[in-house]
Structure formats: structure tokens, C-alpha cells
């Protein structure tokens, strides 16, 4: 039994992944607008094709933009979550009171 999509599928060439991995290297660097404006141009142009490298640029800026507001925050945890933490592993001498 034949359906519709059988021959789309068939017919689809596997994805050159070459530009991939040659712009992996440059990727942080491309995220925090280090790199000379010709190589970001061939990156920006690669993505426009690229679902999968766009998708992982996305989760890298992301994951920068998350740490950046985790090293803004405070560091040490609030005085009644360390309390809790510190019963919880019998620290009770090391509880400010």
C-alpha cells in the first residue's frame, strides 16, 4: 500500500551538514559579536537555510542570557533556605541563630 508521502521522503537528500560543523568553531564567538562582520555574514546567511544551527544559536544565547542574570542575583542563599539545608545534612552548628 502506497500513501502520499512515501515518494517526498524518498525523493528528499540527506542534509549537507558541512557548513555545520565549519561554523560550530566561530559560534560563541558569532553569539558575543567578536567575529569581523563578513564571517557574521555568512553565518547570518547560513542560518536563514538552517533550522538546526539557528535552533542551537537560540539555546546558546539562552543559556548566555541565563547566566548573566544568575551572576547579577545574589549568591548566597536566603538565611531560611540555608537553615533547612544545613538540618537537613545535621549542620545545626553552622545555623546563625
Known amino acids: 500500500m502506497e500513501n502520499g508521502l512515501s515518494k517526498g521522503i524518498s525523493d528528499v537528500s540527506p542534509k549537507d551538514h558541512s ?3 565549519s561554523m560550530l568553531s566561530s559560534l560563541s564567538d558569532y553569539v558575543d559579536g567578536t567575529l569581523s562582520d563578513e564571517l ?12 538546526d544551527c539557528t535552533i542551537m544559536v537560540d539555546t546558546l544565547r539562552k543559556t548566555v542570557s541565563i547566566v548573566h542574570q544568575c551572576a547579577e542575583q545574589e549568591a ?16 545545626d552548628d553552622y545555623i546563625k541563630r
Open 40 to 51: 557574521c555574514r555568512e553565518i547570518d546567511r547560513h542560518l536563514a537555510d538552517c533550522q
Open 76 to 91: 548566597e542563599a536566603p538565611a531560611e533556605v540555608r537553615a533547612r539545608l544545613y538540618k537537613s545534612l545535621n549542620l
Open 19 to 21: 557548513k555545520c560543523q
